[in-house]
């Protein structure tokens, strides 16, 4: 069974970081683009990023709002992705959804990032 | 910025059949921007449906089925049964980007 599960969110004050895992599992991690997908209340989706498989390069590629703030990580040997926020914002609030590549087409549960004072 | 335009909303009757459309602001969608639909009911969590245009996963039911349309991409529903009632996000690749629709809302009614 093919199991994303995301950790790491919570409450962080304006200006402040977060990083986020999520530990993949029933797929072979190492062969998947991966990405971090957002979703502020009531809205609709937004991609965040991606980083491609290290063989491929691990090439990383970020929305325009999130560039220079969040780095995507992967750990092939963890099977694990991550996400590392910095001088987080108010409109970054969201759950944020762990998911594999168009082809796999895997999504987490997601972890709730709040970003108030 | 690249914008992904969606139906904000569509009605659509019980074994009726519904076409969701997806265009981008770039001009016309084709094969080369991978269309992705994915499907959100109310309170749960995204789940995909088809990818690169045309392609379904396993777990993707056979009335679902995508297509480019009218330099659009579209998502098929032949013979709408009430659990389809959801939200549907295409996602186009643009380059190195990733872009999701705004939604459609599909009220099966």
């Known amino acids: 069974e093919v199991q994303l599960v995301e950790s790491g969110g919570g409450l962080v004050k304006p200006g402040g970081s977060l990083r986020l895992s999520c530990a993949a599992s029933g797929f072979t991690f190492s062969d998947a683009w991966m990405n971090w997908v957002r979703q502020a209340p009531g809205k609709g989706l937004e991609w965040v990023g991606r980083?491609?498989?290290?063989?491929?390069?691990?090439?990383?590629d970020y929305a325009a709002p999130v560039k220079g703030r969040f780095t995507i990580s992967r750990d092939d040997s963890k099977s694990t992705l991550y996400l590392q926020m910095n001088s987080l914002q108010t409109e970054d609030t969201a759950v944020y959804y762990c998911t594999s590549g168009s082809v796999e087409g895997y999504w987490g549960q997601g972890t709730p990032v709040t970003v108030s004072s | 910025q690249t914008v992904v335009t969606q139906e904000p909303s569509l009605t659509v009757s019980p074994g009726g059949p519904v076409t969701l459309t997806c265009a981008s602001s770039?001009?016309?969608?084709?094969?080369?921007?991978?269309p992705n639909w994915i499907q959100q009911k109310p309170g749960q969590v995204p789940r995909a449906l088809i990818y690169?245009?045309?392609k379904k996963h396993l777990w993707t039911p056979a009335r679902f089925s995508g297509s480019l349309l009218g330099g659009k991409a579209a998502l098929t529903v032949s013979g709408v049964q009430p659990e389809d009632e959801a939200t549907y996000y295409c996602m186009l690749y643009h380059g190195a980007d990733q872009v999701f629709g705004g939604g459609t809302k599909l009220t099966v009614l």
């Open positions: 690169s245009t045309n």
């Open positions: 770039t001009g016309a969608v084709t094969s080369d921007y991978f």
């Open positions: 980083i491609k498989t290290v063989s491929q390069g691990g090439t990383e």
